[in-house]
């Protein structure tokens, strides 16, 4: 499974991306997390449902100090990325 999300609100400046990455490796997730420049978080899951459904929900509440007010989730089809990275 893969889905591409991008997530809106105060997203940036909050360890979203490091949080993020580190619960993808807790659970098996590949792919990648970046700030984009219109303020916005941009992210790739890809692995088993279950792992990427738990990423894509912690996407929708954010680490400690986000405020996030929206997320657009996307299906994609998967790429077969190994690690998890920060761009």
């Given at each position: 499974?893969?889905?591409r999300v991008v997530v809106?609100?105060?997203?940036?400046?909050?360890?979203?991306?490091?949080?993020?990455?580190?619960?993808?490796?807790?659970?098996?997730?590949?792919?990648?997390?970046?700030?984009?420049?219109d303020g916005t978080v941009?992210?790739?899951?890809?692995?088993?449902?279950?792992?990427?459904?738990?990423?894509v929900e912690f996407a929708?509440?954010?680490?400690?100090?986000?405020?996030?007010?929206?997320?657009?989730?996307?299906?994609?089809?998967?790429?077969?990325?190994?690690?998890?990275?920060?761009?």
């Amino acid at each position: 499974m893969r889905q591409r999300v991008v997530v809106r609100g105060q997203v940036q400046g909050v360890f979203f991306r490091e949080t993020t990455r580190r619960l993808a490796e807790q659970h098996g997730v590949s792919g990648w997390v970046r700030n984009r420049p219109d303020g916005t978080v941009e992210a790739v899951f890809e692995g088993p449902d279950e792992a990427v459904s738990t990423l894509v929900e912690f996407a929708r509440r954010g680490p400690r100090g986000a405020d996030v007010e929206g997320v657009d989730a996307y299906d994609e089809e998967a790429e077969g990325l190994s690690g998890f990275r920060v761009t």
